[in-house]
């Protein structure tokens, strides 16, 4: 099991398996799981200025889902969250845990979005292989440890807003020329570089992410609010400068990362295999 900020597509979520928990959003008024929401009106509603607003899922949602694989047949749950710096989210989950009948192990990922994924789907893979549970753990940690996420935003203020700015903080009050890349460092969002105008930023980018892949086999996601000819560009600047890339896609992020990061935010997710 995750949680909806892995970004993972419903349909890899079907494939192997993955019961996906969901964050909650709220815009104005308005509480509801973070799928339920349009990404069209969410854009319009942050640069509006309208309030808007995450919460983590209640425990109660994770007692269900453990309950309802403890009754199919489910062993032991692998339960594998956004970093609990970020979110309470891995705090839900093992307060659920707890009133289970089976094992869960709840992992904190120290990330989140498709580094988060791609973990989750390293696991899936080794359960369906037949892994015992500690192959299954492991085989996720090593994607926490190995996988970059570089975020490219327009501007630090909507991580401002909702605090999860973390690190980054240090470039607060930047010049407004200045695009700032960040990545996620110890559980937090962190700066990792800053570059005049967003075109040089964007190729700056492609450059940090082919050095984190060098030579190795790697998977690669490009994650936004809506894929645009910028992201299709993107890919194929990647395609060109990593020379081993095993996958390469284009996922819709997260509403509620989104939320955090703004419009015209994208990341890049390396993970060599």
């Avoid at 494939?15 to 349009?38: A, P």
């Avoid at 032991?76 to 956004?82: D, E, L, Q, R, Y």
């Avoid at 975020?151 to 700015?165: A, M, Q, S």
Wanted: with cysteine.
């Amino acid at each position: 099991m995750t949680d909806s900020t892995a970004s993972l597509p419903e349909q890899v979520a079907q494939q192997w398996g993955i019961k996906v928990i969901q964050l909650q959003l709220q815009v104005e008024n308005r509480i509801d799981d973070e799928r339920r929401f349009d990404r069209g009106e969410l854009v319009e509603s942050l640069r509006a200025g309208r309030h808007v607003a995450t919460a983590p899922p209640d425990p109660g949602a994770f007692f269900w889902a453990y309950q309802d694989a403890a009754a199919a047949g489910a062993a032991a749950i692998v339960s594998i969250h956004i970093s609990g710096r970020m979110s309470a989210t891995v705090h839900a989950a093992r307060q659920a845990a707890d009133q289970v009948r089976v094992p869960v192990y709840t992992l904190d990922s120290g990330t989140v979005g498709m580094s988060l994924g791609m973990a989750v789907l390293s696991a899936a893979r080794a359960a369906a292989a037949g892994a015992q549970v500690n192959r299954v753990i492991e085989a996720a940690e090593r994607r926490f440890t190995s996988t970059s996420e570089l975020i490219y935003v327009d501007t630090l203020e909507y991580l401002r807003r909702g605090g999860r700015i973390g690190a980054a903080s240090a470039m607060l009050g930047t010049a407004l020329n200045i695009k700032p890349l960040l990545t996620v460092k110890r559980g937090e969002v962190a700066p990792l570089a800053r570059v005049a105008g967003a075109k040089r930023a964007l190729s700056k980018l492609v450059d940090i992410a082919a050095e984190r892949a060098g030579s190795h086999p790697s998977e690669v996601a490009v994650s936004c609010f809506r894929p645009t000819d910028r992201e299709l560009a993107m890919v194929g600047e990647l395609r060109n400068r990593i020379p081993n890339i095993r996958d390469l896609s284009i996922v819709e992020a997260s509403v509620v990362v989104g939320s955090h990061v703004g419009p015209g935010a994208m990341s890049v997710t390396v993970s060599p295999v």
